[in-house]
């Protein structure tokens, strides 16, 4: 008998002696359960939900101005989540994590910083689509599905809390398909609601079940009230990062494909839904109906792995896609072509022209700072490498006038980026109130052509 043994023999016989009086009520537990075999009864199906999806979360940090009425302007430090969903380092987050913060820094689930810009918003339904560069590829979040869930389904949050990198809470799916009102300006339809610890600093972050499969992205919690939480549901929240990675508003290129994700066999699968005439996709001879089950080197299930698969990619390129038609499998070739830089919608023209986002303004700042103009456009986000940046334009300037016209609407910017003369007269002077000051200078227009 060795001396571990023998420790273990007498260390049962003192508590075999000690609690005889119990011995019919209580089961004598082994003290001596091998290491292994202990750690394994701890990892529990939470620990390794956690453990899969922790290496693509992020957490986010920066600063923004912030007016209130009857207050001076001041800076505050605002923090979120992101999970990763493109190897390349596309990151989806709340819109109201990075809108207005001048500088996006993210800490990897290893330590490392990096600073992010911002790619694409969806104001409407506070979903954003940020980019960070890195020498290697990311680890990307095991996405699933939010169409099976089940009232009292144990659920993960994953999350900045309060600046508490990678916080963990647990807990339940409490309802389903709630609509929240959190502002005048800001109303969620279609949450999730859970009873798992959401505080600020997780909005961004993942909902995760027990599989460690991300089904929702956390956005809100109920003022006042415990063990209320709310998140988007994956599923939706996908079609959306479809659309803000889509290769027209990124690339300018186009496939001219709708798909539609179906469930079949506990499989996600794509559809082709609707083909555009003389697109790449109908040049390609995609038909309504095929499954699309890759594109290039990319597995397809969802909308967002078309946009993946195609993106970064030149006019002209031709990518491989594999489909089954009739049960069979089918390849085919699809060779992207340019997307005209009108067909984009208002908002996404700017941005990419001028490289800031505009708001309507508030009837507080019209009164307040802008007593001498009939009204202007709230800047609201900067992108960290275009024109309005290079010119000092900063979210919260108010742009009242490009060159002879006033920028009372959007309809206006759209009008003066329209115009003829566009060419001869950039960089276009243009005018921004700050604190009440009138500012001036010299816009570039991105993909105007200089002529003078």
């Known amino acids: 008998m060795t001396l571990r043994t023998g420790l273990c023999r007498l260390r049962s016989s003192l508590a075999l002696a000690t609690?005889?009086?119990?011995?019919?009520?209580?089961?004598?537990?082994?003290?001596?359960?091998?290491?292994?075999?202990?750690?394994?009864?701890?990892?529990?199906?939470?620990?390794?939900?956690?453990?899969?999806?922790?290496?693509?979360?992020?957490?986010?940090?920066?600063?923004?101005?912030?007016?209130?009425e009857g207050a001076a302007a001041r800076e505050v430090n605002g923090m979120g989540t992101g999970v990763v969903i493109d190897p390349r380092g596309y990151i989806i987050t709340n819109n109201h994590v990075v809108e207005g913060v001048r500088r996006i820094e993210v800490t990897l689930h290893d330590g490392k910083a990096l600073v992010a810009h911002v790619v694409s918003t969806d104001p409407k339904t506070d979903l954003a689509l940020i980019k960070v560069d890195a020498d290697e590829p990311f680890e990307v979040i095991t996405i699933g599905t939010s169409s099976d869930l089940m009232i009292a389904e144990p659920v993960v949050a994953m999350g900045n809390a309060?600046?508490?990198?990678?916080?963990?809470?647990?807990?339940?799916?409490?309802?389903?398909?709630?609509?929240?009102?959190?502002?005048?300006?800001?109303?969620?339809?279609?949450?999730?609601?859970?009873?798992?610890?959401?505080?600020?600093?997780?909005?961004?972050?993942?909902?995760?079940?027990?599989?460690?499969?991300?089904?929702?992205?956390?956005?809100?919690?109920?003022?006042?009230?415990?063990?209320?939480?709310?998140?988007?549901?994956?599923?939706?929240?996908?079609?959306?990062?479809?659309?803000?990675?889509?290769?027209?508003?990124?690339?300018?290129?186009?496939?001219?494909?709708?798909?539609?994700?179906?469930?079949?066999?506990?499989?996600?699968?794509?559809?082709?839904?609707?083909?555009?005439?003389?697109?790449?996709?109908?040049?390609?001879?995609?038909?309504?109906?095929?499954?699309?089950?890759?594109?290039?080197?990319?597995?397809?299930?969802?909308?967002?792995?078309?946009?993946?698969?195609?993106?970064?990619?030149?006019?002209?390129?031709?990518?491989?896609?594999?489909?089954?038609?009739?049960?069979?499998?089918?390849?085919?070739?699809?060779?992207?072509?340019?997307?005209?830089?009108?067909?984009?919608?208002?908002?996404?023209?700017?941005?990419?022209?001028?490289?800031?986002?505009?708001?309507?303004?508030n009837t507080r700042d019209l009164r307040e700072q802008l007593t001498k103009y009939r009204g202007g456009l709230k800047v609201v986000a900067v992108k960290d490498d275009g024109p309005a940046r290079k010119q000092g334009i900063r979210p919260g300037d108010i742009l009242v006038g490009m060159h002879v016209w006033e920028t009372i609407s959007i309809d206006n910017v759209e009008y003066i980026l329209n115009r003829p003369e566009i060419n001869e007269i950039v960089p276009v002077k243009f005018y921004i109130v700050r604190d009440g000051e009138t500012l001036i200078g010299r816009l570039p227009i991105v993909g105007a052509t200089v002529t003078k």
Request: charged share 25%.
């Open 162 to 361: 309060y600046g508490y990198e990678h916080t963990v809470t647990r807990g339940i799916i409490s309802s389903l398909h709630r609509t929240v009102q959190v502002s005048d300006a800001q109303q969620y339809e279609d949450l999730i609601q859970t009873d798992a610890s959401i505080n600020p600093g997780n909005s961004g972050g993942p909902l995760l079940n027990v599989d460690g499969e991300m089904i929702g992205i956390n956005v809100a919690v109920r003022a006042g009230a415990q063990g209320i939480g709310f998140a988007i549901p994956v599923d939706n929240a996908m079609a959306v990062a479809a659309r803000l990675m889509s290769i027209e508003r990124i690339d300018r290129n186009w496939h001219g494909l709708v798909g539609k994700p179906v469930e079949k066999d506990g499989k996600h699968r794509l559809v082709v839904d609707k083909i555009s005439e003389q697109s790449p996709a109908a040049l390609g001879e995609l038909k309504p109906g095929d499954v699309i089950t890759s594109m290039g080197d990319v597995a397809v299930e969802r909308p967002l792995d078309v946009e993946r698969a195609l993106l970064g990619r030149k006019a002209g390129e031709e990518v491989p896609v594999v489909v089954e038609r009739d049960g069979k499998p089918l390849k085919l070739s699809l060779v992207l072509a340019a997307k005209g830089r009108n067909a984009l919608p208002t908002e996404e023209r700017v941005w990419d022209a001028l490289g800031m986002k505009l708001a309507a303004i």
């Open 19 to 68: 609690f005889a009086l119990w011995a019919t009520a209580f089961a004598v537990v082994p003290v001596c359960l091998p290491h292994a075999q202990a750690s394994e009864l701890r990892r529990t199906e939470m620990v390794r939900a956690v453990e899969k999806a922790r290496p693509s979360v992020v957490n986010l940090r920066g600063q923004k101005t912030v007016r209130e």
